[in-house]
């Protein structure tokens, strides 16, 4: 009886799933109360991707054996994987009040919490972790991802030193250098990490995130251009942005534009032009994505919040141009009504079809940045269809002051979709060995 889970064992080592659960179907039918292959189905089933059927028998184990931490420790994964955070983290800690001396429980209730935000808590897990075993694959693991979201990549470097040390080929220690080497914006050595980390791994969404995220940070025009902060995510704007607004501001405070319009509307121009400029500072980055997602050898690197996040901003754009060609090449009320609504309509559709978690922020701001693109297409397209009325339409673009919100507008963009991304790029399955 015995021989047929030390069979499956050996063939859940080197990876043959469905073999190792054909040989623990026939060690259950011999003995159907032996917990210990009910955890290993449940593992390989974790590993064929079929969690319903892993969490069934994750469970049957944990009736089976309740005192037993492994049953737990897999539970902890499952639900992990599920987004079913506050299960993970209830299994994982009961895993380790049950076996407080195993070093790979701690390891499990570190990565849960770094995946339910709780840096600090999953740095000190990690801690106790290596204090029982010092090169403990599961703790350094956490211990690196919970440092790289803390911001202190001193700390993810050694931890991911250390697994290397014990295992060149261990892809999460790539993966997470990788992520060491984005903070430092070292691109080119970071793409090599996360390359390494593919070749091993070529399912790995944690070093595709990462690759996607040098990519596109690697590039000067889709960079997001802010320090003190993970790439992809809102920080603090460069020195030269900042002046670059003031000297916009302050030329168009003083009327250089000369044209009667700019003196009397300085305030709405200044505000609408550097409001232009700040929305310039974070959309190049959604640009990068968008020019990921037409390269067919670069779509697959994107997370899908990145990939939505990319159709929704150029969306917005393509949308706003057409609005304002719309009502640009006619001076009748008919036509000009016709763009305003479908200048705030269509872009709002859009966003609303690709983000529906979006409802409750866009119509505001996203209506200011449809009436910014709508006046500015209508500038150009008027211009050339009426040669010589640039004053009439500096006025039209002028009145585009509604375009104040348009920072909320990028803001919630790049948070909602750039933080996830960046927080989901962290998230990988670490299943235990048996």
């Known amino acids: 009886m015995a021989d047929h889970f030390e069979r ?22 011999s003995d159907p109360e032996c917990s210990a292959s009910y955890r290993l189905k449940a593992l390989s089933f974790m590993h064929l991707g079929d969690t319903k059927q892993a969490l069934q028998f994750a469970l049957k184990s944990v009736e089976l054996a309740p005192d037993e931490a492994a049953g737990f ?47 600090e808590q999953a740095v000190e897990a990690a ?57 430092h914006r070292d691109y080119e050595t970071a793409k090599r990490s996360f390359q390494r980390a593919l070749e091993l791994d070529p399912h790995s969404s944690l070093a595709r995130n990462g690759m996607a995220s040098a990519l596109r940070e690697a590039s000067f025009l889709s960079r997001s251009r802010f320090d003190d902060e993970p790439p992809g995510m809102i920080g603090r704007i460069k020195w030269w942005e900042v002046a670059l607004g003031l000297l916009a501001y302050l030329w168009l405070l ?11 509307h300085r305030f709405w121009a200044a505000s609408a032009v550097g409001a232009t400029l ?47 060609v719309v009502f640009a090449v006619s001076r009748e009320p008919v036509f000009l009504i016709l763009g305003v609504v479908l200048a705030y309509l269509i872009p709002l559709v859009w966003l609303l079809f690709w983000s529906p978690g979006l409802k409750r922020y866009a119509i505001l701001p996203l209506g200011a940045v449809a009436f910014l693109a709508s006046f500015g297409a209508f500038q150009a397209v008027s211009f050339i269809v009426h040669p010589g009325d640039l004053v009439h339409t500096l006025q039209w673009y002028v009145a585009a002051g509604l375009t104040l919100p348009i920072p909320c507008l990028w803001f919630i963009i790049r948070m909602r979709f750039s933080r996830k991304s960046v927080e989901n790029s962290m998230r990988e399955p670490h299943a235990p060995t048996p």
Request: proline share 3%; with cysteine; glycine share 8%.
């Open 127 to 183: 801690r106790h972790g290596l204090e029982l075993d010092a090169y403990n694959a599961c703790c350094l693991r956490g211990l690196a991802l919970a440092s790289i979201r803390l911001g202190n990549p001193g700390e993810a470097e050694q931890a991911a030193t250390n697994l290397l040390s014990e295992n060149p080929d261990d892809d999460v220690g790539h993966t997470a250098m990788g992520w060491v080497y984005l903070q």
């Open 254 to 264: 003083t009327g250089v534009f000369g044209a009667r319009p700019g003196k009397e």
């Open 8 to 29: 499956a064992k050996l063939h859940f080592d080197r990876g043959a799933y469905r073999d190792a659960l054909r040989e623990l179907d026939l060690e259950l039918a």
């Open 278 to 324: 700040y929305a310039v500072v974070v959309v190049p980055s959604c640009i990068g994505n968008f020019r990921m997602l037409l390269n067919s050898k670069t779509r697959s690197l994107l997370d899908p919040h990145d990939q939505k996040e990319a159709m929704a901003v150029m969306g917005i754009f393509f949308a706003c141009i057409f609005c304002g």
């Open 73 to 119: 420790h897999i539970l902890s994964l499952l639900y992990d994987d599920e987004d079913r955070l506050a299960l993970a983290e209830k299994h994982a800690r009961h895993a380790v009040e049950l076996e407080p001396d195993d070093a790979d429980y701690w390891g499990g209730l570190a990565l849960v919490l770094v995946d339910s935000h709780q840096a």
